[in-house]
């Protein structure tokens, strides 16, 4: 694998490109427009920044004790965490060579964007800050930084990353990446196909990184897809070409049980991505390149914010 040193932002004064800015006004817009206040959220509990130890009191958790203040004063004693005012949010983007594919409305890379550009405008909040991993020919780190500038300056990076050849980093590469080295917790979101060419399509080696960040982290994980990669047209003989592997393949997809075969393949893969993430304990959002890709998100957000008010009046 190849990688990159870690790397400052460009620079802001020099504003990015004004397709930049137009798409992250006008992701702005519709996100305001639909979602009336919704938030990526803040993690659920009561914290993990330390306060300062105090005397136990009856009815206090247990868990809290600090023994090491206990053993030096005599007396038992507590420490409380302080919950977190600032969000960090990472994104992971993938823009390997199997994003670079569409045969509906866009292309999964301009999704995978303009995706990056709602949660850039969705975890704007004061003192928070955004920071992202870049998978195309190599694993490019953006630190993180608060404020619209860095945002636009991580969307500019986006809009001019090439795609990959096929030998880049894995989607396992970019999780490592994220978790590596550790940092507070915070909400990191992957934008990926989870297409791996080494495993076929399969979780393969990225199931377990995932699991390790999502044991730290709040994960979300967004699958990007083409309408083509569930199931295959009538179209006679189609020539197609792995673009992570290079490999070429001729298709007879007249025949209704090459059709059937690979729908079926399609869905097996799909369920095992599911279960992946599932079992990780990440949050997972499937988009389309034929559909609307707001909506969709919305929906996840509600679905979220019902999901974590339920969780705390159940005392979770």
């Known amino acids: 694998m190849k990688r990159e040193p870690l790397m400052t932002l460009p620079a802001a004064p020099a504003a990015p490109a004004a397709s930049v800015r137009r798409l992250q006004l006008e992701v702005a817009a519709r996100l305001d427009g639909l979602l009336h206040g919704d938030h990526l959220g803040y993690l659920p509990g009561p914290g993990t920044e330390p306060a300062e130890a105090r005397l136990y009191a009856p009815g206090n958790d247990v868990r ?14 507590v420490r409380d965490a302080v919950a977190e005012r600032e969000l960090e949010t990472t994104l992971l983007v993938d823009l390997t060579a199997s994003m670079s594919f569409g045969t509906a409305r866009s292309e999964k890379r ?14 704007a909040g004061p003192g928070d800050r955004l920071a992202a991993v870049v998978l195309s020919d190599g ?13 636009l ?32 917790r915070g909400l990191v979101v992957v934008v990926s196909d989870l297409l791996d060419g080494a495993s076929g399509g399969a979780p393969g080696s990225w199931a377990s990184p995932l699991r390790l960040l999502a044991r730290r982290h709040d994960v979300v994980v967004v699958e990007v897809l083409d309408p083509r990669e569930l199931e295959l047209p009538a179209l006679g003989v189609l020539r197609l070409v792995d673009p ?22 399609a869905r097996i893969r799909r369920a095992g ?30 679905r979220r914010r019902r999901l974590r008010a339920a969780g705390r009046r159940a005392g979770r």
């Open 110 to 123: 301009e999704v995978a964007v303009a995706l990056a550009a709602a949660v850039a405008h969705l975890a």
């Open 64 to 77: 809290r004790m600090d023994w090491a203040v206990t053993a030096r004063t005599g007396d038992p004693h």
């Open 244 to 265: 992570e592997s290079g490999r070429h393949l001729e298709v007879q997809t007249s025949d209704r049980r090459v059709r059937d075969r690979y729908a079926e393949a």
């Open 273 to 302: 991505h599911a279960d992946a993430v599932r079992q990780a304990g990440a949050g997972h959002l499937v988009l389309r390149t034929d559909r609307d890709w707001l909506p969709e998100l919305a929906g996840f957000l509600a």
């Open 153 to 184: 300056a991580m969307l500019h990076v986006l809009h001019t990353t090439r795609p990959g050849d096929g030998t880049g980093p894995s989607l396992a590469d970019g999780l490592a990446a994220v978790a590596n080295p550790p940092r507070r």
């Open 139 to 151: 694993v490019r780190r953006l630190p993180a930084c608060p404020g619209r500038q860095a945002a």
